[in-house]
């Protein structure tokens, strides 16, 4: 009976140190965020307009299982794969798409807001987890700035009769420092969270990122989202913009996503 009862918790020992060991390939992990507590507020967004974003950087993984997104818990062995200001010549050769794969994961919801690890907020937000996976034998280059990455989001009112429209621009981000190169070698991931919105309107959505030269774009998802989000707010940074350029700050201002004409060309700075 002994032996019975050291068999059973050795193989449940074993079955939890499995549980989390490095995968030969990539499967969803599941996300938790262990500073999420019950003295937290939680909130959805919820946007009326275009919303200027910057999609959160969480950070790169090895391919497991169980991932901790608490920004207290990042694992700081990963700093040595900066390129801090990097040199676009330097790093060229790993922007290669290829084995880069961009995959969603819209039916896991986490929440998360860096700043409340820094005790300026008590309210956790709502998002959902985009991943970066190198697929490949060989090393790649992740681009971001700061603690986000070069992201938005699109939608569609229907299927067959509208384009895809960006429900999301780039946000203004005056400082010209703080752009890092990441490396991802084989058999590891990046984390980025996109907000996940409330609205009564179930819309096909995708993700587009940009990294340098090259656009990513996810395969089409179904979320939730409200239809004025197809809307640009008079006299915002991403209006006049594009008013100033005669719509030509669209291909940076969404990573080469094109907002309706009439959403923007009719406006007037106040």
Known sequence: MNKVL???????????KTNN??????VLPTLINSQDNDTLERANFTAKYVSQVFPEFVGK??????????????DTSIYKDFIWDYSRVEIDDSLDVNG????????????????????FSNTLFSYYPVY??????????????DS?????????MNEQFSDWQPIEGRGFDFCGNGTFGLIVRPKEFVIVLMKKYEGNYKAPLRV??????????????????????????????LSRRLQETNGKAATWLFYGAVPKEEEWVVKTIN
């Not at 993984?61 to 990042?74: E, G, M, Q, T, V």
């Open 208 to 237: 587009r990122f940009q990294q340098d030269e090259s656009i990513y774009v996810s395969k089409p998802f179904y979320g939730y989202i409200d239809t004025n989000q197809f809307t640009i707010q008079d006299s915002t940074y």
């Open 21 to 26: 060991e490095k995968n030969e390939v990539f």
């Open 148 to 156: 986000y990455a070069y992201g938005i989001q699109e939608a569609r």
């Open 132 to 145: 970066f996976v190198n697929s490949s034998n060989s090393d790649k280059i992740f681009l971001g700035k």
């Open 100 to 119: 880069f794969d961009l995959i969603v994961d819209y039916e896991t919801t986490v929440f998360y807001n860096q700043d409340v690890t820094h005790g």
């Open 61 to 74: 993984f090895k391919f497991k299982n169980y991932i901790d997104i608490n920004p207290l818990k990042r």
């Open 6 to 16: 050291i068999y059973i918790v050795s193989f449940i020992i074993i079955g939890c």
